[in-house]
């Protein structure tokens, strides 16, 4: 990928995240994090009674931007992203439902996930994430802004599957970007990359 294409791609995830601010500033109900506390309930048998999941291969929703949250929940729903345990559980949210929820997680403390990451490729990784602008998208610490999400100290298994599956083309992606910027990365870079986010600190 050319610096110039990935500096457009940065201008169009900025320009998205304008235009879904001001769909969800346009005429919506206020979001409610008590109600989201109680529709998430069914969510904790996988995802942890706070978003903090444990079982590895599950993603940790604490702390992860409330837009990120809603629309991974609407792709479910309308099957642009599938999944065999998660798309249940999205189609049997209300459409009033999705802001709660996604509220409710992004209040939320994010803890580490257990992962034995390798110094080597920690170091590796680093400027990896720099080179290939992973930082400008999700922010210098990778905690996620926007429709972004948060990347440090989520799990690894999880990190390991998404990346390589933007890189196969075979993962949902909302807008594309991720597909495009993983394929510049190699099997080595994706490996490296993966361990350096699982290193990182889940909240500010
Ligand atoms: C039976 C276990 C299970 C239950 C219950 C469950 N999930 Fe999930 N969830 C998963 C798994 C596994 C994934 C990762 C799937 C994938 O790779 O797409 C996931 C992914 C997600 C993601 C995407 C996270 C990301 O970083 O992209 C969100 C958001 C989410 N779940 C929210 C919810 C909500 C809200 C509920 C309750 C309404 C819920 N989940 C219930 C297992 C579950
Ligand atoms: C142009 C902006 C942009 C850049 C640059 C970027 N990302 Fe992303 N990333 C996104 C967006 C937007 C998503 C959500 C896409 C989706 O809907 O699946 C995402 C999703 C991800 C996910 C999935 C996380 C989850 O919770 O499911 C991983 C892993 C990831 N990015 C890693 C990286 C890495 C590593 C780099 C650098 C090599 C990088 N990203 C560079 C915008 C970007």
Redesign the pocket.
Known sequence: MTSRSVALAVLSVIALLGALTAAATTGTPAVDVEAGRR??E??????GPDGN?T?P?????AG?PAF??HW??IM?RDGR???P??TP??E??GEG?LAD??AF?AAQRATARPASTDPARVAAGRPLAEKFHCTSCHGPRLLGQGQV??LAG?DFD?LM??LS?YKAKSA?DLDGMMTMVAQGLTAADIESLVHFMASLPPAP
Not at 42 to 47: E, P
Not at 57 to 61: N, Y
């Open positions: 529709k998430a069914v969510c904790a048998q996988c995802h999941a079982a291969g599950t993603p940790s929703i992860m990120y949250t991974q929940l479910y992203r599938r999944d345990q998660m559980f999205a049997r949210l439902d929820v996604a997680y999400p948060r989520q999880y599957k998404r599956g949902s």
